[in-house]
């Protein structure tokens, strides 16, 4: 089993991502978690090329880079693409979260005690404008 999945068309929009910001071939997808978010941790992305320790998937011709300190946190994930019209771009699936916020940005892990961020589906973030 791989450390985490890609599909299909995650696949086919990271491949014209990078192509269109003709990154080297050894970047990808960087994906990584830190303490934040409504529900305790929130996903990063970037593209990047990986740092010493990050592990590396290949599918379908694209790379997804795992951070080093967020393995555990993203073994067993699934990386796939939205393009609904309010909430387009790349969604992580995480069979750890025990919650996630209703903007999919964080999540609360199952190995954690339970946080006091938003509830499951719940919309975080304030919803003003800065």
Known sequence: MAIIDITEKAQRELGTLLAGKAASPD??????????????????MKVSEPEAGDEIVEQGGVRVIVAADSLDKLRGCEVDFSDDLTDAGFKINNPKARRACGCGTSFEPEDEPEGSGAEDGEVCGGGGAA
């Open 27 to 44: 970047a990808g997808l960087r994906l990584g978690v830190s303490k934040g978010g409504c529900a305790g941790w929130q996903y990063e």
